[in-house]
């Protein structure tokens, strides 16, 4: 089962310029989790973000979380051609032990 | 630390045969495992947990006879998939958690492509 909505499903941007993706999920959870694939590779974890906090920063990411609307948001700040990739979202329940569950996924492609 | 690794990483087989997925925590015991499916241009479908000692679960539509999963030790844990058909050419993923304090981590694997033709 899938927990999260992203959207877009796909952006294309300039180098130079911010994107933003959105992530909504539908029951309480501990922590939510954004993720990159690049094409065909395997996951890469970017930034962990706990239920009882609202934003988070690493590097050039930007993460909010509003528990209230259930929702996430990830802003990659002055985007790289090689930020291309897919991002995703999952959001680990209250139980302890339980799996990550994959949004269904936004895809970059950001061109120079 | 935390490194999961899959073999083969990747593996072409013909219809009708089994293929076996093996998922190794390098660096520490994983009292849980997960396999993840995904399919091209699609996100990773959960389709079991499986916890050392005991028998996997699996998520609802996904055939335990046709996916077996053993985890006979903390740090191996195998999927095999028995009379592979064209239809189950994915990739897939598995991840490892712990059961300390870090038990919200969940470590992941570099995937496995598996062809069937």
């Known amino acids: 089962s899938q927990q999260g909505e992203e959207d877009p499903q796909a952006l294309s941007i300039q180098e130079g310029e911010n994107a933003t993706m959105n992530c909504s999920y539908k029951?309480?959870?501990?922590?939510l989790q954004w993720y990159r694939q690049n094409s065909g590779r395997g996951l890469v974890h970017l930034i962990l973000?706990?239920?009882?906090?609202r934003e988070k920063h690493s590097g050039r990411l930007r993460v909010t979380l509003d528990t209230s609307k259930k929702s996430s948001s990830l802003l990659i700040t002055a985007s790289r051609a090689a930020d291309t990739a897919s991002y995703f979202c999952a959001t680990a329940l209250n139980q302890a032990g339980t799996a990550l569950i994959f949004g269904k996924g936004t895809t970059l492609s950001v061109s120079s | 630390g935390a490194v999961v690794s899959q073999h083969p990483s990747r593996v072409i087989c013909k219809s009708g045969t089994s293929v076996k997925i093996e998922c190794r925590s390098l660096d520490f015991q994983a009292t849980t495992m997960f396999w993840y499916r995904q399919f091209p241009k699609q996100s990773l479908m959960l389709m079991a947990t499986?916890?050392?000692?005991?028998?996997?679960?699996?998520e609802q539509g996904v055939e335990k006879d046709k996916f077996l999963i053993n985890h006979a030790s903390l740090t191996l844990s195998t999927l095999t998939v028995t009379s592979a058909h064209p239809e189950d050419s994915s990739f897939y993923i598995c991840?490892?958690?712990?059961?300390?304090?870090?038990?919200?981590?969940?470590?992941f694997g570099p995937g496995t492509r598996l062809t069937v033709t």
């Open positions: 499986s916890n050392e000692g005991s028998k996997a679960t699996y």
């Open positions: 991840s490892a958690r712990t059961s300390g304090n870090l038990s919200w981590e969940q470590y």
């Open positions: 973000i706990r239920s009882n906090e």
């Open positions: 029951t309480s959870i501990n922590n």
